[in-house]
């Protein structure tokens, strides 16, 4: 099974600052299938990048993806006050195990 | 607007059997892959498995001796069993929709259902 590692485990920054956040895999992750989802408390995750740089419906163009191979990076180009929230970093592999995991996550809060 | 909720028992006692319900409404539940995600309290998700409106069904390898999904598609809802559970297996659960897009994503998701075992 791939494992994901983000780093850092916490980002401390005020509005308006930049975040730049990453997840490293345990082996080559296929591009298609990688993607960011952003959680606050007490509610479900949020897509908001995948396939790694595609953003979801509705997403803000300050979040952007990046990445290949078993390096990908999630860029909050300027934080507004509702970004701050953990994130996660998700693969999918087919083979050889059929399976979906996430990493630890990254928090955002502020400074 | 595709909505999920998950519905069942708040409460299980170690090693009887955690069942839980989907029901996916303002859509179709077919042509997509449906999902239960679980998460500790502070801890990261977990994929448990998913399930085709057709019955294709796919589980972590790790779950799969414990679990079992179904789908009612009359309802437009989807199942989850969990046997012999344990105090490890205290999470909120999601139900979450891979659109089955070529990305391996989940695009929607309920708002989770927690679950906790004691007796």
């Known amino acids: 099974e791939i494992v994901l590692t983000q780093s850092p485990g916490t980002l401390s920054l005020s509005p308006g600052d930049r975040a730049t956040l990453s997840c490293r895999a345990s082996?080559?992750?296929?591009?298609?299938?990688f993607a960011w989802y952003q959680q606050k408390a007490g509610q479900p995750p949020r897509l908001l990048i995948y396939g790694p740089s595609n953003r979801a419906p509705g997403i803000p163009d300050r979040f952007s993806g990046s990445g290949s191979g078993t390096d990908f990076t999630l860029t909050i180009s300027r934080l507004e006050p509702e970004d701050f929230a953990v994130y996660y970093c998700q693969q999918h592999q087919t083979s050889p195990l059929f399976t979906f995991t996430f990493g630890p996550g990254t928090k955002v809060d502020l400074k | 607007q595709v909505q999920l909720q998950e519905s069942g028992p708040g409460l299980v006692k170690p090693s009887e059997t955690l069942s839980l319900t989907c029901t996916v409404s303002g859509g179709s539940i077919s042509g997509a892959h449906w999902n239960w995600i679980r998460q500790p309290a502070g801890k990261e998700l977990e994929w448990i498995g998913h399930?085709?409106?057709?019955?294709?069904?796919s589980y972590h390898p790790s779950l799969k001796n414990r679990v079992t999904m179904s789908v009612d598609r009359s309802n437009n809802q989807f199942s989850l069993k969990v046997s012999s559970v344990t105090a490890a297996d205290t999470a909120v659960y999601f139900c979450?929709?891979?659109?089955?897009?070529?990305?391996?994503?989940?695009?929607?998701w309920g708002r989770g259902t927690l679950v906790t075992v004691s007796s």
């Open positions: 399930i085709h409106n057709e019955g294709t069904i």
């Open positions: 979450a929709r891979d659109p089955v897009d070529g990305h391996g994503h989940f695009d929607k």
């Open positions: 082996q080559t992750v296929n591009n298609d299938f």
